[in-house]
């Protein structure tokens, strides 16, 4: 109120008691304007006056210290079977990781692997952020950071020199090859990078020797990022995760999202974690880097930066789909974790490569052996909320799948198969709870007379515990035996868990990835052409259409059943627009087999009453 009376009384004064504009002669301001003119576009920068003093500003550091550099920029590329990497001397920092295939110990069952979008032409696998690169400085992993933002700038921006004269390493077998990175700085500094690549296995050693006038620089950190994943994804959505990171502090596993990072000022944001990291690293859904320091140590930083990126036109979400409100830009961010390590020559282990629960599973092994203590990166691997329910039912999932898989060789087909015997299981329970609620809606009258007697009993203040109202309850007890409702739910309660745990199966399992079946060329992301929910939705409508309910005897009641039985199939549809096919998939199927079960239950249990009525109506007709 302050403000708008303000306001009308500047605007009132300055309409009413404005003061009278000085007369200016016509010539004099034409001169004033040419001046300001000219003043205007003396102080307007060029635009190449202008991108050169950006990049002056953003970093002169970096063009003082290439003129400084003593050893020529060089790139080492290493090839084994299961990924390729290049090393760039300039920070010995890596600029592009590449995974192959999935690593197994048999080498006919390693699956190929190809960036996200490859069903028409095979893109190469990209773990390694194009954006991160290109930022000033460039960001990538394996650079290094002490707090001494010289000294930092020493290790991330002079050409290191390198062990090999090689520019191209190849691989295979067991073999394995080492290749060290040194560089010595002013005051007293030197700095030595030494790797160890193996052809057959995704972990790599890192030693980093780091000294100061002879003496070793504390709190230096590790550089994993940023956002190691599958740089092939457009955007990201509920269903495709962006890269987070993942880290092991206390013996208790952590995972941060990007965006949780982000600060007040919407741009950037940092973490510090407390307590000894014994893992660190980051990855999106299927993909990852860690690295297991030589002992733990305390100083674990997160940091991320979001910015936008041009997207194809797309229809974000069921409604858009349906107001054809297309999208054109995405956000994304830039998600580092600063690991701290010793700089006194000790190996890290660094794993880069699948997330597949086989391969993590089999790895927790290797790496416990190699780090001389007990490390579980299986954790990696995203569970959910639910992380105690889903990840004891998801795991037994994953191997009758990967079973069934070895007889249909399609994911698809596999799937199917496992939601017939599931729900072959269930078959029992959905018999008993149809005659259960088949008795209860014979009753429903009668209990609904019941009702009405023990209401007027009650109007005319007979006691409860008068003996022709504990009659009338003990018949009410009669009718309820074996005719109990919620014996109808618990199939569906059974099928609630499997369904949460599935969906996280679905969403973790390697195989479903790029896997095609029929008209679905991923059974990891949504249909293209919306098939499949569709079909869900009206599958559902008819499992629930012929399932026997609870009986309604109240207009109400029989309002909230029509609700559920057509409003609900409409919800589900809308969260399951984009969800993962070979979830959908399975409930489909599932709806389909509860159909037809439920035709069987309906035939066999039919009321002997219901049946002559039925005959009788006929012979009238």
């Known amino acids: 109120m302050a403000a708008v009376l303000s306001l009308l009384v500047l605007t009132g004064w300055t309409y009413f008691f404005a003061p009278d504009k000085p007369e200016e002669d016509p010539a004099n301001a034409n001169v004033n304007t040419a001046t300001a003119n000219t003043e205007a576009k003396k102080s307007e920068p060029t635009p190449q006056k202008e991108e050169a003093k950006k990049e002056t500003s953003e970093e002169p550091e970096e063009e003082e210290t290439e003129d400084a550099d003593e050893n020529p920029n060089q790139t080492v590329t290493i090839k084994t079977p299961l990924y390729e990497v290049k090393l760039d ?57 002490t707090g001494d933002e010289n000294l930092d700038k020493t290790l991330n921006q002079k050409n290191y020199s390198v062990s090999v004269d090689e520019k191209e390493i190849k691989l295979s077998g067991n073999e394995s090859k080492e290749i060290v990175f040194s560089l010595k700085g002013s005051g007293g500094v030197t700095v030595e990078k030494k790797f160890v690549f193996r052809a057959d296995s995704y972990i790599a050693d890192l030693a980093v020797k780091l000294e100061k006038e002879g003496k070793s620089v504390p709190n230096t950190k590790l550089v994993i ?6 740089q092939g994804i457009e955007r990201y959505t509920f269903y495709t995760v962006e890269p987070e990171a993942v880290y092991n502090t206390s013996a208790e596993q952590t995972r941060q999202y ?41 100083g674990l930083e997160l940091k991320s930066a979001n910015y936008e990126e041009e997207t194809e036109p797309f229809y974000d979400g069921f409604i858009a789909t349906i107001t054809r409100s297309q999208t054109t830009s995405t956000t994304k961010h830039l998600l580092s974790a600063y690991v701290p390590i010793p700089t006194d020559g000790s190996v890290n282990r660094v794993y880069t490569g699948t997330k597949d629960y086989f391969v993590l599973h089999e790895y927790n092994n290797k790496v416990s052996e190699l780090a001389g203590r007990p490390i579980d990166i299986e954790d990696f691997i995203n569970y959910g909320w639910l992380y105690y329910l889903t990840k004891p039912v998801s795991t037994p999932i994953l191997y009758a799948l990967q079973w069934l898989y070895g ?19 269930l078959f029992p ?14 009753n429903a009258p009668k209990m609904q007379a019941i009702r009405d007697k023990m209401k007027k009993m009650q109007d005319k203040g007979v006691p409860a515990d008068d003996p022709k109202m504990r009659e009338l309850q003990m018949e009410q007890l009669k009718m309820t035996k074996d005719a109990l409702p919620i014996g109808g739910c618990l199939p569906m309660l059974l099928q609630f868990p499997l369904i949460i745990t599935l969906y996280y199966t679905v969403s973790i399992a390697l195989g479903f990835r790029q896997e095609s079946f029929w008209w679905l060329p991923d059974l990891s992301t949504a249909d293209p052409y919306r098939i499949l929910p569709v079909a869900f939705a009206i599958s559902m409508v008819l499992s629930m259409k012929f399932t026997p309910t609870a009986p309604t005897v109240t207009p ?17 549809l809308l969260f399951m627009w984009t969800a993962p096919s070979g979830l959908l998939l399975y409930w489909f199927t599932g709806n389909i087999i509860m159909f037809a079960q439920q035709m069987i239950i309906n035939w066999v249990n039919k009321d002997p009453v219901e049946e002559a009525a039925g005959d009788l109506k006929t012979k009238k007709a």
Request: no cysteine; net charge positive; glycine share 8%.
């Open 89 to 145: 001397s300039k920070g010995a920092a890596a600029t592009s990781w590449i995974l192959i295939k999935n690593d197994s110990p048999d080498e006919n069952e390693r699956k190929d692997l190809y960036a996200d979008g490859s069903n028409g032409k095979k893109i190469p696998l990209q773990l390694i952020s194009e954006k991160g690169l290109k930022e000033k400085p460039g960001q990538a992993p394996f650079k290094l950071r």
């Open 225 to 230: 990022g940023p956002s190691i994943g599958d």
């Open 258 to 298: 990007a965006a949780s990072i982000i600060d007040d000022t919407g741009k950037t944001g940092s973490m510090q974690i407390a307590g000894e990291v014994d893992w660190a690293g980051i990855g999106d859904t299927y993909f990852a880097m860690a690295v297991i320091p030589a002992k733990p140590m305390a």
């Open 407 to 425: 007889i249909t060789f399609n994911y698809g087909w596999s799937i199917i198969i496992f939601t017939f015997f599931f729900y072959s299981l």
């Open 429 to 442: 329970l959905r018999w008993f709870s149809s005659k259960s609620f088949k008795k209860a809606q014979k």
């Open 556 to 572: 109400e009641q029989q309002m909230q059943q029509k609700i559920m039985t057509y409003f609900m199939p409409v919800m589900m």
